[in-house]
């Protein structure tokens, strides 16, 4: 299944130029954008992943991770394929960083999703959640869905890393109820480095969602990477700055995927940089511990 992109430009050449996210890829005809997902079809640009899911399941809302969101509930989760980060040490791999051909995806309408979502309201189920890949790069879906949702009284959720583009992100955002953010670091050197993006574009999206939404953010502690007291104390400061009562997720890094050249985060340090970052905070949790 595919659909006509939205947040694209034609250029010459038969080029088309993606601003869905910062990575603005100018794409050749038959070529791919870095998410992997949208290609140039003589000189169009179309989703390759609308309306597939890889990833269905009614997860506990605290999985996501939210905690201050309607404890106690559960959500629909759907994912697709795709990502526009390249972490070299993500846990959905085996999703998000291959093309909809590599994976086995069955087609669904996002009629049938909210179906699906209203069906379970019984079992306890408040909403839809976009998440196990990076439901950004699903945008066109993921927008006809959050409508629909909407109308039915469903919530609608985001588990992202942020990279997305302010007019996108300002289009969706009427229709999403709660969000947890991946903030990966706060250094420029990670983003740039190891994930192959930019921490300014990452904090303007958790501004501009707390503003609108419902906020909780996700960091995975990387032991040499991300793990100094003095960037946690600028980092939840920051977050501080936006509202104290903005949760944060500190999570344990094992060794996974293509990184695999580091101990796992010691449970130490993980609870030395929690106490640092509740002194500005007032929820701060710790995963995978």
Not at 156 to 161: A, F, P
């Amino acid at each position: 299944m595919m659909k006509e992109a939205m947040f694209y430009e034609k250029l010459d050449g038969g080029r088309v130029h993606c601003y869905l996210c910062p990575h603005h890829c100018r794409i050749p005809k038959d070529g791919r954008g870095l998410c992997g997902v949208r290609k140039n079809v003589d000189g169009v640009l179309f989703s390759m992943n609308y309306g597939e899911i890889s990833s269905i399941g009614v997860d506990p809302i605290e999985k996501k991770p939210l905690r201050r969101f309607h404890p106690g509930t559960a959500i629909l989760s759907i994912g697709t394929v795709g990502c526009n980060l390249k972490c070299p040490f993500c846990q959905n791999h085996s999703i998000a960083r291959v093309g909809p051909e590599e994976v086995h995806t069955y087609p669904s309408s996002s009629d049938e999703v909210v179906s699906k979502a209203v069906s379970l309201k019984e079992r306890g189920n408040i909403g839809i959640a976009y998440t196990y890949n990076e439901p950004s790069v699903w945008y066109e879906f993921v927008y006809e869905t959050a409508k629909k949702a909407k109308e039915k009284g469903l919530l609608n959720v985001l588990v992202t890393n942020g990279y997305i583009e302010q007019e996108p992100l300002d289009q969706l955002l009427p229709y999403i109820d709660a969000m947890n953010i991946d903030l990966k670091a706060y250094n420029d050197r990670f983003y740039r480095e190891l994930v192959k993006g930019s921490l300014a574009e990452v904090k303007e999206t958790i501004r501009r969602s707390a503003a609108s939404c419902h906020v909780e953010v996700t960091t995975l502690v990387i032991p040499g990477w991300n793990d100094s007291i003095e960037e946690m104390a600028e980092m939840a400061g920051w977050l501080a700055s936006l509202s104290p009562e903005i949760p944060l997720h500190l999570s344990r890094y094992f060794p996974k995927y293509e990184m695999t050249d580091r101990p796992p985060t010691p449970l130490d340090s993980l609870k030395e940089l929690s106490e640092t970052a509740r002194r500005y905070l007032k929820y701060v949790y710790l995963g995978n511990v």
